[in-house]
């Protein structure tokens, strides 16, 4: 995507992908997954064409471009893209990106009620499942919902409800959850309002509950509002399924490391390496 990316409201629908209509009772059309992206190997930023816009919905659009119709962020116009028309691939990318241990063992060991808030392919729910009576799942990307589903369905995690929701539209009940958490979802410069869609997450906990970023992206920002920010120690790595898979995914996602990566060997990858801060950290305040 070069130049700035607009909106073109020719309603496209890949294939698989349940989308809704606009509004103006138009059937949306069909458009192969080839017609949108430049190529297996094309970098993110240059990977789909300006006609993918046209696979997001209203709720999306509002949230991704301005009343100009340009996009607010194009980096993460581009991520958002990638969830809705490739979600096994962005799957594909975060499998071998594990959290800390000590993200997971800081956790509450038993919870009645969870809400997380952009649940992805399902890193985090899955372990919430199992310490939790039952757990709330809202993730905007349609797509990504049977991926987070199949998972979920496979460790045998029948306590968890998927829906569709956005940090400043949250689909569940105020004050009613012990544990509300995000992973490396919760970004504040590509939201209108962060502050406000803080205190909706936190509205969502019941008193004494806990509100938890995990990986957050600026914890010096999440602390001048309050949070406590907790790091975890020791090595950390991305542990890709090869060599090959690992070069692979850098050559779409992080093409100043091929290099490295090719020179080292290695399937297992530094974070450092992709520029990147490993998943040792987390953010939390008390509700009141």
Request: charged share 25%; net charge negative; with cysteine.
């Amino acid at each position: 995507m070069k130049g700035p990316v607009q909106w073109h409201p020719a309603p496209f629908l890949c294939p698989g992908v349940e989308l809704r209509g606009s509004g103006r009772g138009s059937p949306l059309e069909s458009m192969s997954v080839g017609t949108l992206v430049a190529g297996p190997q094309a970098p993110l930023l240059e990977r789909y064409s300006e006609d993918a816009v046209g696979i997001l919905d209203a709720a999306e659009r509002r949230r991704l471009f301005d009343a100009a119709g340009t996009a607010r962020d194009e980096r993460q116009l581009a991520w958002e893209l990638l969830y809705r028309i490739e979600p096994a691939l962005y799957a594909e990318l975060v499998a071998g990106e594990r959290l800390h241990d000590g993200i997971l063992g800081w956790l509450p060991s038993e919870c009645d009620h969870v809400l997380e808030i952009g649940a992805g392919t399902g890193r985090l729910t899955v372990d919430l499942a199992r310490r939790s009576a039952s757990v709330t799942a809202v993730e905007p990307a349609l797509p990504m919902h049977d991926l987070l589903r199949d998972r979920l369905r496979r460790a045998g995690a029948d306590r968890v409800q998927v829906v569709r929701g956005f940090f400043d539209e949250i689909p569940a009940p105020q004050r009613a959850h012990d544990l509300v958490i995000s992973c490396s979802a919760f970004a504040q410069h590509t939201l209108d309002d962060p502050d406000a869609c803080l205190d909706m997450m936190e509205s969502r906990c019941a008193p004494g509950g806990l509100l938890v970023l995990v990986w957050p992206w600026d914890a010096p920002w999440l602390r001048s509002r309050g949070f406590e920010h907790v790091v975890f120690e020791g090595p950390m790595v991305v542990e890709y399924e090869s060599l090959d898979s690992a070069l692979a995914l850098a050559r779409i996602f992080y093409p100043h490391a091929v290099a490295t990566i090719a020179a080292r060997g290695s399937r297992f990858v530094d974070y450092t390496d992709l520029g990147l801060n490993a998943p040792r950290d987390l953010c939390w305040k008390r509700c009141v």
